[in-house]
């Protein structure tokens, strides 16, 4: 099958590792040659490489079209794309269209979501599959308990306060459905990392995401989506449905399962804890990438970068854009 993978990136990596004051091994010559044999599938990824100062406000894609993994870092010294968890989500509202646009405020790379269905098969963004954490669903529907999000209508869902239980800022905003997003942030040059959460609870919804990406055909634009999910059968069911958008599969997978996740995956998304310089390489050998959850910790960052960790997710992308500012200017004064 082919393959969707970004250019390599040594000197950026290089950069990095003298800015950490700490040395990694170097790419494997099979992760190289991997992502040389499809250097063709990615070189518009290559050309229209995300940085701030001169961000795209729209996309020219090809529905399906090849997608190298994914939105360029911004800077020579920030090879770490900075993916701002479930938007910037430690300064605004998680899953709201506020909180991913205080992420292209604070200057992450991509934006991650989570994709849940209500009761009429309607795309929404929630993380937890209850209504009551981040909502005043318990307050608008009184005895509806345990308040599932696949229980009520979006039309119900609609009524309800998400920015209000965060502070008193973003009082009544709405939770917003996938449509809503995509709309919100397509000319904001931000990629997407979008999470099908509990997909055990909405059969079928891998087909309803696609459909709605391809309503959106920016979305699939060179570099700008991965999709992922906890459930791994999941992502080999949107493998099939759109075999061109890369893949992430969230956890730790045994050392020895990752040869035949990488038939079908392009990146395997560990907790930080979990995660070792070795496991890493593991994965880089077999052409796929890491993108490691979720880190607000700059010296935990740091640690992270000298393990050579392809993205980091994060609720705080400002620090995160910080450091590998600071980081890359620490480079270049040696330079």
Known sequence: M????GLPTTTLTALVMAAVTTTAASPSAASSAHQASHASATLADASSAYALSSRPSSFSPAVDSPVGIVARPSSAAEQVINVAHRGASANAPENTVAAFQRARTEQADMFELDVQETRDHKLVLMHDTTLSRTTDAERVFPGSAPWRVGDFTLAEIRRLDAGAWFSSRYRNEPVPTLGEALRALEGSGLGLLLEIKAPELYPGIEARVAAELRRHPSWLAAGRLVVQSFDWGSMRTFHQIMPRVPIGLLGTPAAGELPALARFAD??????????????????????????WTVDDPQTMRRLISERVDGIITNKPGVLRALTRAAASAAGGRG
């Open 2 to 5: 082919s393959r969707r993978l």
């Open 267 to 292: 990146l395997i998304n560990p907790p930080y804890g979990e995660l070792t310089a070795s496991y890493v390489g593991r994965v880089h050998k077999l052409g796929m990438r890491v993108y490691t």
